[in-house]
T-cell receptor, first 115, second 112 residues
Framework: DAGVTQSPTHLIKTRGQQVTLRCSPISGHKSVSWYQQVLGQGPQFIFQYYEKEERGRGNFPDRFSARQFPNYSSELNVNALLLGDSALYLC??????????????FGPGTRLTVT | QKEVEQNSGPLSVPEGAIASLNCTYSDRVSQSFFWYRQYSGKSPELIMSIYSNGDKEDGRFTAQLNKASQYVSLLIRDSQPSDSATYLCAVKAATGFQKLVFGTGTRLLVSP
C-alpha cells in the first residue's frame, strides 16, 4: 500500500512570495495534520483536518492556511513568506480525527527554503 | 518547563548493547505516547505507540510508560549501526483533535 505522499520534495521561494504544498494521505485515512520542523527541533503542529473540516490549529500566524478535499488530500498555503518559514513541512495521516488516540504516519516532507 | 523533554544527546552505545532513551512530559492528562525515528534528512517514522502503564514490546524495541512519574522510555536491544538516528518522543495533546507535541529528540550513535 502507498504511504503518505507529498509534493513537491523541495522548493525555493523568495521572501514575500506564496507557496502551496500538497499531501495525499494513506488510502482509507480521513485525517491529515500538518507540521513544521526546523533544523534541530521536533515537529511543530500547524493544522489538523478531518472530514474536510479544520479540527485544530497550532500557534502559527494567519499567513498559514490549509484545506482538505473530498478525496481527503490536503493543501497547505503560506503567504508573504519570511526567511523564518524555511523548514521541513510534514504531512501526517491518521485513520480518524477527533479526540481518540490514533497513530499518525508522516510523509517524506517538503523542504522549503526562503531566500 | 517544556511540554515534552528529551536529552539531546548524542547517546553513544556500542553495537549489540541496549540503548535507553528517555522522555518526560508535563501534561498529566496525556493518554497517548509515541516514539518516532528520524534519519538525517528524512521524515519521522513511527516505531512504537503506547497508551497504558507498563511495557510494550515489538521486536528489539520496548516502550515503557509510567504515567504517575510522567515518564516514557524506549529501549533498543541489540543495537545496530543502522539504529543510529534521532529518536523523537511525541505526546498527544489533551485536546479534541490530533495534535502531537514533540520533544527535540535524542540523537543515538551506535558504533560498530
Amino acid at each position: 500500500d502507498a504511504g503518505v505522499t507529498q509534493s513537491p520534495t523541495h522548493l525555493i521561494k523568495t521572501r514575500g512570495q506564496q507557496v502551496t504544498l500538497r499531501c495525499s494521505p494513506i488510502s482509507g485515512h480521513k485525517s491529515v495534520s500538518w507540521y513544521q520542523q526546523v533544523l534541530g527541533q521536533g515537529p511543530q503542529f500547524i493544522f489538523q483536518y478531518y472530514e474536510k473540516e479544520e479540527r485544530g490549529r497550532g500557534n502559527f500566524p494567519d499567513r498559514f492556511s490549509a484545506r482538505q478535499f473530498p478525496n481527503y488530500s490536503s493543501e497547505l498555503n503560506v503567504n508573504a513568506l519570511l526567511l523564518g518559514d524555511s523548514a521541513l513541512y510534514l504531512c501526517a495521516s491518521s485513520p480518524r480525527g477527533g479526540s481518540g488516540s490514533y497513530e499518525q504516519y508522516f510523509g517524506p516532507g517538503t523542504r522549503l527554503t526562503v531566500t | 518547563q517544556k511540554e515534552v523533554e528529551q536529552n539531546s544527546g548524542p547517546l553513544s552505545v556500542p553495537e549489540g548493547a541496549i540503548a535507553s532513551l528517555n522522555c518526560t512530559y508535563s501534561d498529566r492528562v496525556s493518554q497517548s505516547f509515541f516514539w518516532y525515528r528520524q534519519y538525517s534528512g528524512k521524515s519521522p517514522e513511527l516505531i512504537m505507540s503506547i497508551y497504558s502503564n507498563g511495557d510494550k514490546e515489538d521486536g528489539r524495541f520496548t516502550a515503557q510508560l509510567n504515567k504517575a512519574s510522567q515518564y516514557v522510555s524506549l529501549l533498543i536491544r541489540d543495537s545496530q549501526p543502522s539504529d543510529s538516528a534521532t529518536y523523537l518522543c511525541a505526546v498527544k495533546a489533551a485536546t479534541g483533535f490530533q495534535k502531537l507535541v514533540f520533544g527535540t529528540g535524542t540523537r543515538l550513535l551506535v558504533s560498530p
